[in-house]
Structure formats: structure tokens, C-alpha cells
């Protein structure tokens, strides 16, 4: 978008004068600035915060889940560190929350223990519970498609409340599962947790809609709690 050039972008709006001011007006600003959506939660947009990203699952098939927590988690916090437009904000290290979590054993009560730990000393924490995650189909082994519920959680850590709460269902490929064996997996798997990163992340940052390929619920028959 930066190559346009300013008679370039006259000329396009000139000729988009014919599908009337509205269009002109929002296809203006989308070539200026690109689709920008509001965070649904804004929380980390403002003064100075210290936050940690801490993974736990609560589902038990652990051939399936591996370290899915904590590839999540690690994209996550990438992603907010990217994405975030606050100078005053200090993203934890996951390693350091990696470290904390292997000498709890995982093993923890709530999210905000995490923040009160000298470790990590984190104002916020974004909990990122795992509810459900499995990369092939229950009924039929050769087919694949992503499924992950995740409950995202705000908590400060002081108060210990929770500051906001959002159920995420995501589904990749969104429409039908593909099929494939170990090799499509070993592709399938990172792909979409990267996917579930993004769909979490978005909840903080400006986003460009296409780019966060967040799944529409109502065409897979699913629904965001």
C-alpha cells in the first residue's frame, strides 16, 4: 500500500466516484490506512503493564495435545509483542513461564499464582485454558482437522480477579476435514496452532480481519461461548 503513489490513488478514487460517496469514502480510508479492527479487549493498549502468557490444559489426551499449550502460548506472547502499540508494556519471556510452570509441574491453582511469583512479577496474566485440542477426527483416523476450545482469561494478579473472560471454538479447515497421513499432520499441526495464536492474540491488538483467520461459527455449526 505504500508504492501508491498519490496520483495513482486520485485516479482510483475518481473512478470510484461512480459506485457512489459511501464506497468512495471507505475504500479511501482502506487504501490509506488498511482494514484496522478494534480489539475486543483493550486492556493492554493502556499505561504501563507488566503481562505474562500462561498455557494450561484441561484436556487429557495427551497424545494429541503434546505441547500444544505451550506453542500456543509462545505465539501468543510473539504476536502481542509485535502487535501491541504500547511502549509502556512489558511482555514477559516465555521461557521465563516455561520455567515456572516445569518446576510447578504444570500444577498450579490459579493464574494470577503465576504473576505473584518473583520469576515473573507480572501485572496481568493472559490464562490461555485449553479445553479441547485434537488434530485428527475421533472417527475416522486418516481424516484431519483441527478443533480447539480455549478459554481466555484476563487476571490481575494482585486482586486476583478476572478483569475479562472470552470461549474461543476454532476449526481448521473450517468446512470439511482433509485427508492424510503422518506427513499432512506433521503440516496441519503447526499451521493451525498458529491459527489459534492469532485468533487469541487478535483479542488484544488491531487486526486486520483477513489476516487473523478467525472462523465464522455460524458456517461450521459452531458457536462461541
Known amino acids: 500500500m ?24 471507505f475504500t479511501a480510508a482502506w487504501l490509506i490506512k488498511g482494514p484496522n479492527v478494534e ?4 486492556i493492554l493498549l493502556k499505561g504501563e503493564k507488566r503481562v505474562a502468557v500462561v498455557p494450561r490444559s484441561m484436556y487429557t489426551n495427551a497424545y494429541e495435545l503434546q505441547n500444544a499449550p505451550q506453542e500456543i ?12 502499540k504500547n511502549k509502556k ?33 507480572a501485572d496481568i496474566i493472559i490464562g490461555i485454558d485449553i479445553i479441547g485440542f485434537q488434530i485428527r477426527d475421533p472417527q475416522n483416523a486418516h481424516l484431519m482437522q483441527g478443533k480447539c476450545q480455549v478459554q481466555v482469561k484476563v487476571v490481575e494478579s494482585e486482586t ?7 470461549m474461543l471454538t476454532i476449526v481448521y479447515p473450517p468446512s470439511i476435514p482433509t485427508s492424510g497421513g503422518p506427513q499432512a499432520e506433521a503440516r496441519l499441526r503447526p499451521e493451525f496452532i498458529q491459527i489459534v495464536a492469532e485468533n487469541i492474540a487478535a483479542l488484544f ?18 458457536h462461541r461461548f
Open 39 to 42: 480489539p475486543q479487549f483493550d
Open 89 to 121: 508494556l512489558k511482555i514477559v519471556e516465555q521461557s521465563k513461564v516455561e520455567a515456572w510452570l516445569d518446576n510447578c509441574n504444570n500444577n498450579f491453582d490459579t493464574f494470577a499464582a503465576a504473576g505473584k511469583d518473583k520469576s515473573i512479577k
Open 2 to 25: 505504500k508504492n501508491i503513489t498519490p496520483i495513482l490513488l486520485l485516479l482510483l478514487l475518481l473512478t470510484l466516484t461512480l459506485a457512489g460517496c459511501q464506497s468512495v469514502a
Open 73 to 84: 502460548a509462545r505465539q501468543v506472547n510473539f504476536l502481542l509483542d509485535e502487535n501491541v
Open 160 to 166: 486476583e480477579r478476572i478483569l475479562a473472560s472470552e
Open 205 to 222: 491488538h488491531h487486526h486486520d480481519p483477513k489476516k487473523v483467520q478467525r472462523m465464522d461459527a455460524d458456517s461450521i455449526n459452531l
